[in-house]
């Protein structure tokens, strides 16, 4: 299983992009989304976030529901990186159970990527929102979609 979730709500009041943080309304919708895919993320064997402090802030939080966790900070993940280095990050960490925490645009290739193998506008996914995939392995078309 392989979930992928965009950060939390972030604001803008900071030196530099990467330096944004969540705000309470981000950790709030973060912890609903935490309750509501419960079940899934319980299951989680490894975390990997970029290194932005929205992402590292929203990974922290879902790991305090899975003590012990592995935690990686991969920026093939960050904003600007390219769907082939994202897909290149999954085969590098892959483990059967799999969050990543993300951004746009680059979650929003990679749901379309991984279940129809088409590469096009992003898919639209909210701060915090996520998506839950069925897969064996990290390839164009692989994954089932079982969230929302």
Do not use: C
């Given at each position: 299983?392989?979930?992928?979730?965009?950060?939390?709500?972030?604001?803008?009041?900071?030196?530099?992009?990467?330096?944004?943080?969540?705000?309470?309304?981000?950790?709030?919708?973060?912890?609903?989304?935490?309750?509501?895919?419960?079940?899934?993320?319980?299951?989680?064997?490894?975390?990997?976030?970029?290194?932005?402090?929205?992402a590292v802030q929203t990974a922290s939080q879902v790991s305090g529901l899975v003590p012990g966790v592995?935690?990686?900070?991969?920026?093939?993940?960050?904003?600007?990186?390219?769907?082939?280095?994202?897909?290149?990050?999954?085969?590098?960490?892959?483990?059967?159970?799999?969050?990543?925490?993300?951004?746009?645009?680059?979650?929003?290739?990679?749901?379309?990527?991984?279940?129809?193998?088409?590469?096009?506008?992003?898919?639209?996914?909210?701060?915090?929102?996520?998506?839950?995939?069925?897969?064996?392995?990290?390839?164009?078309?692989?994954?089932?979609?079982?969230?929302?």
């Amino acid at each position: 299983m392989l979930i992928l979730m965009r950060h939390g709500e972030a604001g803008w009041d900071a030196s530099n992009d990467r330096q944004r943080i969540l705000t309470s309304a981000g950790v709030t919708y973060v912890e609903r989304q935490i309750a509501h895919y419960q079940q899934s993320l319980l299951s989680v064997e490894k975390i990997i976030s970029s290194s932005y402090v929205r992402a590292v802030q929203t990974a922290s939080q879902v790991s305090g529901l899975v003590p012990g966790v592995e935690r990686v900070v991969d920026d093939r993940w960050s904003p600007d990186a390219s769907l082939s280095d994202a897909v290149a990050a999954l085969e590098e960490h892959w483990v059967d159970n799999l969050l990543v925490v993300t951004h746009q645009p680059l979650i929003g290739y990679a749901v379309p990527f991984l279940t129809e193998g088409v590469i096009h506008t992003p898919e639209p996914l909210l701060p915090g929102q996520l998506v839950v995939l069925d897969l064996l392995w990290p390839a164009s078309a692989s994954a089932i979609r079982l969230s929302l």
